[in-house]
């Protein structure tokens, strides 16, 4: 069964700070890896994706895909109080469907 | 461009009742997908739809079904309602034809059941 995992958290930052969201998955053969935020109470709207090993920056944020070790991560850079919401992640392999972690809740402190 | 149209955005039921959602995608995407989110089970696949065509299903009981039209808008149904279906049900589209597609999510139908 495919798993996608992530610590529930919540993960406290103080604003200003880098805030760290990690992701393991357990089916190597995914090739597509996807970061979303999700406010309480709303749907979860996307951050960024990410397909081939290394970097990838997007205004504040950066995604980190390890595919040899199974690992996807993201960071927020001067984290502000408005980036607290629950963190997804989502991978997919070609034709199947998207699979998400349980979230992390992300604080962020003023 | 318009985003993922669900409708109705709250609805009311009683067990054994049954109930049918509705999801436009983006124009121009023709995969949608179904999820239900509770608050102890986070966001869990139902269903996906590609061309009017089921491509994959989750782990659920046969009352929830679900079908897509020919303009790629889908509708999910649920039969003889039961109280742990009341849950925040998810619909999001993806243009479909790849896996680097990102999906983009409605704004949901939360559904309670009474």
């Known amino acids: 069964q495919k798993e996608v995992e992530q610590n529930s958290g919540p993960l406290s930052v103080p604003e200003g700070a880098i805030a760290s969201l990690n992701c393991t998955y357990s089916?190597?053969?995914?090739?597509?890896f996807f970061w979303y935020r999700q406010y309480s109470g709303k749907s979860p709207e996307l951050i960024m994706f990410?397909?081939?090993?290394g970097d990838k920056e997007d205004g504040r944020f950066t995604a980190q895909l390890n595919k040899a070790s199974q690992y996807v991560s993201l960071l927020i850079r001067d984290s502000q109080p408005s980036d607290s919401a629950t963190y997804l992640c989502?991978?997919?392999?070609?034709?199947?469907?998207?699979?998400f972690g349980p979230g992390t809740r992300l604080s962020v402190l003023p | 461009k318009a985003g993922v149209t669900q409708t109705p955005r709250y609805l009311i039921k009683t067990r054994g009742q049954q109930v049918t959602l509705s999801c436009s995608p983006i124009?121009?995407?023709?995969?949608v997908s179904w999820y239900q989110q509770t608050p102890g089970q986070g966001l869990q696949f139902l269903f996906e739809?590609?061309?009017?065509?089921?491509?994959n299903k989750g782990n659920f009981p046969g009352r929830f079904s679900g079908r897509q039209f020919s303009n790629s808008r889908s509708e999910m149904n649920v039969s003889t309602l039961e109280l742990g279906d009341s849950a925040l049900y998810l619909c999001?589209?993806?243009?479909?034809?790849?896996?680097?597609?990102?999906?983009?999510f409605g704004d949901g139908t939360r559904l309670s059941i009474l």
């Open positions: 124009s121009g995407h023709r995969s």
């Open positions: 999001a589209s993806s243009l479909g034809d790849s896996s680097q597609q990102p999906q983009h």
């Open positions: 989502a991978v997919r392999v070609y034709g199947q469907n998207f699979v």
């Open positions: 739809y590609f061309s009017e065509t089921q491509r």
């Open positions: 990410i397909y081939s090993n």
């Open positions: 089916d190597r053969g995914s090739q597509s």
